[in-house]
């Protein structure tokens, strides 16, 4: 990768107040040159600068770490990895699950897990529908659906006293109104990703 995109990867975890060993640093910009190479044949996200992919791909992903507690984590409707690959990368202690539909993207999640050697995620081919593994202690969501589908969809994945992670935009006041009763907004957190004007929040749900 560019030195822009090393500077600009530098700058946000500073910002963002992330501090990152040298391994994990190696392992985001390997990363990056795994998308952006797998992205000219396979059209894995519609972002093509890699300086862009840093911002709106890693810094994003980044943007949540602190809220992540584990140590399992389940990604749903990981797309790319994201922001799986970049939490997991952060926090090797994390046990990271991806759950995708898309067989070229959970292609990409598998290569780079074997290139990157993380050992603490597991890529999973299956519509949520049909995934059948418990007991997840955070549920994580950067692009998957409507709050309430994404909440009861996965509810019976959630361990007892786990929580949802949502990452949405500010307008998510209409989607909170339609959540089930016995679901609560325990935080909602403005995230403020380097270099990004979007406007963006993480809401943490609970059951009631």
């Known amino acids: 990768m560019t030195p822009a995109c090393e500077a600009r990867l530098d700058a946000g975890l500073a910002e963002l107040g992330l501090e990152v060993d040298a391994t994990a640093r190696e392992r985001l ?9 797998w992205n000219r044949a396979y059209n ?7 300086e862009q992919m840093v911002m ?11 809220a992540v507690r584990g140590p399992r984590l389940l990604d749903v409707g990981a797309g790319a990895g994201l ?12 046990e990271v699950t991806m759950l995708d539909g898309n067989g070229k993207k959970v292609r990409f999640q598998r290569q780079a897990v074997l290139e990157l050697g993380l050992e603490n995620v ?3 081919q299956a519509r949520v529908e049909h995934f ?20 009861e969809l996965t509810r019976p994945l959630l361990a007892e ?3 949802w992670l949502a990452m949405k935009g500010r307008d998510a006041a ?18 403020e990703v380097p270099g990004d004007a979007a406007q963006r929040v993480l809401l943490r749900l609970r059951r009631a």
């Open 29 to 37: 910009l390997a990363l990056l040159a795994l998308l952006h190479k």
């Open 44 to 50: 894995l996200t519609a972002v093509r600068d890699p």
């Open 56 to 66: 709106r791909h890693l810094l994003d992903s980044a943007s949540v770490a602190t």
């Open 83 to 94: 922001p799986g690959l970049v939490l997991a990368i952060l926090d090797p202690s994390l």
């Open 122 to 124: 597991t890529p999973v």
């Open 132 to 151: 059948t593994t418990r007991d997840f202690d955070q549920i994580v969501s950067r692009a998957f659906a409507q709050l309430a589908t994404f909440v």
């Open 161 to 163: 006293g786990g929580e």
């Open 174 to 191: 209409s989607e909170l109104a339609e959540l089930p009763p016995d679901v609560t907004l325990i935080e909602r957190r403005d995230l």
